[in-house]
């Protein structure tokens, strides 16, 4: 693994740590990445603004690109899992 996706799997570790998500499953692309996370609280965009702004030393340091960060949130909502 390059050395710029080991950083991103780092960063999404501690973002996920940090606010407490419970991701399902990540996809890292050269340029954009697809999370599928269940955030308890409300934090989904405070977890991806910080989450995001790792980029931008990376790409200010020039050892990565990553174009703008488009986020597109979609609400499941279920009533449990017994039913």
Not at 2 to 15: A, H
Not at 22 to 38: I, K, Q, T, Y
Request: hydrophobic share 35%.
């Amino acid at each position: 693994m390059t050395r710029p996706y080991q950083r991103r799997l780092d960063w999404l570790r501690r973002t996920v740590e940090m606010f407490q998500w419970r991701l399902h499953a990540f996809v890292l692309l050269e340029n954009h990445d697809h999370l599928f996370v269940e955030t308890p609280e409300a934090n989904l965009s405070a977890g991806m603004h910080s989450y995001n702004s790792s980029y931008r030393g990376i790409k200010a340091s020039g050892t990565f690109t990553l174009d703008s960060p488009r986020q597109i949130a979609i609400l499941l909502e279920w009533e449990g899992r017994n039913g």
